[in-house]
């Protein structure tokens, strides 16, 4: 780039073209100048910051951004930075603004007679501006020297056309990126990046004149500039300074312009790399973090390699190195990797710039960093969101990810001005909490927390864009139950804990939670009737946790029996079903058993040829499943000469058998799941035989009497409970 070492502010190079260097003789389309007037207690100006930004983004060398920090919103308190500058007030008052964020592009009127719109009419404004062809083009480039702060600036105008009025007017304004400081909005606290913010106009309020405004004229002006130490006592830092330049009509209706970083020269040293900030999460679930840092170029040669070493709690050292090719106070992101540690409530995070361009950094002030950050919330698996929306529902909207960084939950489309309460029973793992705001300017409050009442997280409302809150289920009490009825153990009864999955009982009665209170295995003794509900209140055994939970036995499924003997309902039929008891028909041969299934209600119909009993198949929802369920239909109606019953049902040692007249001289036959007969003998006078099962294995048989002209089976289970969950 060519040097301009001038020092006069006021130089023109007449109306031709011979000293031409950097703008373009050709017809060109307008650049957007786009004034937005902010503050840093504005709640709506992140959002208008980035809807800005994208217009940029979508036409990243012909919009120029200037942010005028003016107005109530931009007043400090005490300890605040002043962003304002002498110039923003006539710029405001001149737009006619009525609310924060507003802004200008080109200072043109749009709509009505002001010519300050709102940050949704930004967008629509700057693309009519992109379209129209422009009658001057703009350039600008600028050098600072870095030991005198001396800044350089060359601009370049060139008409293509002619302008409607005689005089234009050429301005010339340095703006200030990367500026932390405090914003209501954004979420980021006093931590705000303040970009574009303008900081000066060289050429004064309104610019310098422009007198002869016609097709060909060709101006070429260099100003040079001392950049203070300091704006308002906020530190002008060198490297973030863009210079912009743009010639208006008058105090309004800006044509074209352009903006550039500038260049630098004379360094202290040519080989210096610094630690421009660390980034990690302020709370971190697990042993494992992956910090982000960002390096900066502080030198004069460009910086192509560095070495960062890196630990956490001042343990080993990880290395990482870094290649690609920084200008000078350029800047490059990057992660670290994973870095394994040992888990404490608050750790730090040590970073350090060994080496840069295979040598030696000339300045190692710069080079180390440490950051702190704390150990996530540890819950209970039951994690209960109380999210309150405002006025603007539709904007929020949350997302919870597992360790794996697998969505398992999502949730949004609520309505305006509710509270609204989601539930989540999640695994023991880390787990990441989304919480969004699609316009950026957060809404109502919310809290994260456990059954316990330990808060992950709350706000609010003051969220901005959103904030992700990680935090991890930890295995909390060990809580053993058992149910029994009077002495024995209930097997395959559900139990419910408020608040908790259901579990269900095993073989001996036991269902085991994992999830109830931290560190301890504490044993539940449950005495309940299976088949009714139980509920009770259930005292921690620990004297230390002054803790009740409520219990409830719950049914499985609700169940209804239809008995018929073909077309016609049998009344008083008794059920058996096996392992939970015996019920009776109504007048209509309907038995409801409420006590087996829970939720939805089954339905099995039962249709007797006779006096038999059926078993394995039932429909639910359209669809044939198989039950675990032992049912007999036992005195229905008048017994008949060929019924019998069997008793107990299941046994555990002793098993009889009743029957009516036409079974005595007929044959009893025992037969096992296999189809093994085990017993044959002759049922002789009595009405009523014994069988001892007691040697016999665990299992299901059948109980068979043939006699003359007849075959009646039945089923038997031998020792409680050979049933599974009915479930």
């Known amino acids: 780039m060519k040097k301009y070492l001038l020092l006069g502010i006021n130089i023109l190079i007449g109306t031709i073209m011979l000293s031409q260097t950097i703008v373009s003789t050709t017809t060109e389309n307008k650049n957007v100048v786009l004034e937005e007037f902010t503050g840093i207690h504005c709640g709506y100006c992140p959002d208008g910051h980035a809807r800005a930004k994208s217009i940029q983004d979508a036409n990243p060398s012909d919009v120029v951004l200037i942010n005028v920090h003016v107005g109530s919103y931009s007043a400090p308190s005490s300890g605040e930075p002043d962003f304002r500058t002498t110039f923003g007030s006539a710029l405001a ?79 010339v304004a340095i703006m200030q990126n990367n500026t932390l400081g405090p914003q209501s909005g954004g979420g980021m606290g006093n931590n705000y990046v303040h970009m574009h913010r303008l900081v000066h106009l060289i050429t004064g309020q309104w610019g310098e004149e422009i007198t002869t405004t016609t097709q060909g004229t060709f101006v070429d002006k260099t100003y040079t500039y001392t950049i203070p130490a300091d704006y308002n006592d906020v530190l002008a830092v060198i490297g973030d300074l863009e210079i912009a330049a743009f010639v208006a009509e008058g105090n309004k209706e800006i044509i074209s312009g352009d903006v550039v970083e500038p260049t630098f020269t004379n360094f202290s040293e040519n080989n210096n790399a610094g630690l421009d900030e660390i980034i990690v999460a302020e709370k971190i679930c697990g042993t494992t973090v992956t910090p982000t840092i960002i390096i900066k170029n502080n030198g004069g ?37 994973d870095y394994e540690f040992d888990q404490q409530q608050t750790s730090t995070l040590n970073v350090e710039i060994s080496s840069i361009n295979n040598g030696t950094d000339e300045d190692l002030s710069d080079n180390t960093k440490s950051s702190t950050f704390d150990k996530s919330v540890d819950a209970n698996n039951l994690i209960t969101l109380s999210l309150t929306t405002d006025q603007y529902a539709s904007e929020t909207s949350w997302e919870l990810y597992n360790s794996s960084g697998t969505l398992i939950e999502s949730g949004g489309g609520y309505s305006n001005n509710t ?16 919480l969004i705001d699609s316009y950026g300017d ?126 016609t309902a049998v009344a008083n039929a008794e059920i058996d079903l096996t392992g939970y008891g015996k019920l009776s028909t109504d007048d209509s041969g309907v038995a409801a058993f409420n006590n087996v299934f829970s939720e939805n209600d089954i339905a099995y119909s039962i249709t007797t040829t006779g006096y038999e009993v059926y078993n394995n198949k039932v429909t639910v929802d359209g669809a044939d499943i198989d039950v675990a369920a032992i049912i007999i239909l036992t005195g229905i109606n008048d017994i008949g000469d060929v019924a019998f019953s069997v008793y107990p049902n299941p046994t555990k040692s002793k098993l009889y058998i009743e029957y009516g007249e036409k079974i005595k001289n007929s044959i009893l036959k025992v037969v096992n799941i296999k189809g093994e007969e085990i017993l044959n003998k002759k049922l002789k006078g009595a009405n009523i035989t014994e069988i001892d099962m007691g040697k016999q294995a665990k299992g299901l048989y ?24 009915l479930v």
């Open 442 to 567: 957060g809404g109502g409050p919310y809290s994260l927390t456990d059954s316990h009442g330990t808060t992950i997280n709350e706000s609010n409302g003051g969220y901005g864009l959103g904030e992700t809150t990680p935090f991890k289920v930890v295995q909390t009490y060990k809580a053993t139950i058992t149910v029994t009825d009077g002495t024995d153990p209930i097997a395959d009864a559900v139990v419910s804990l408020t608040g908790y999955n259901n579990q269900t009982t095993d073989d001996l009665g036991v269902a085991v939670f994992n999830y109830i209170i931290p560190e301890t295995d504490i044993a539940y003794m449950v005495i309940a009737n299976h088949y009714e509900n139980g509920t009770g209140s259930i005292s921690v055994v620990d004297e230390d946790v002054a803790e009740a939970i409520e219990m409830v036995v719950l049914p499985s499924y609700k169940v209804t029996f239809t008995v018929t003997h073909g077309t």
């Open 419 to 434: 509270t609204n309460t989601e539930e989540f029973i999640l695994d023991q793992d880390c787990y990441s909490f989304k």
């Open 301 to 337: 040669d460009n910086l192509t390699s560095a070495e960062i070493l890196f630990n956490v709690n001042d343990g080993a050292d990880s290395v990482f190195l870094w290649t690609g090719n920084l200008s000078p106070f350029k800047t490059a992101e990057f992660e670290l990797g």
């Open 702 to 725: 059948f109980i068979k009497i043939e006699g003359e002209g007849f075959t009646k089976t039945s089923w038997q289970t031998y020792f409680d409970k050979f049933l599974g969950n």
């Open 93 to 171: 008052n001149q737009s006619g603004l009525t609310g924060y964020p507003s802004g200008t592009v080109n200072r043109h009127v749009f709509n009505g007679v002001n010519i300050a719109m709102g940050r949704g009419e930004w967008a629509a404004a700057a693309n009519t501006i992109l379209a129209e062809s422009s009658y001057v083009n703009v350039a600008v480039e600028a050098e600072i020297d870095m030991q005198t702060r001396v800044a350089t600036i060359h601009v370049e105008a060139y008409y293509t056309g002619n302008s409607p009025v005689n005089t234009n007017k050429l301005n």
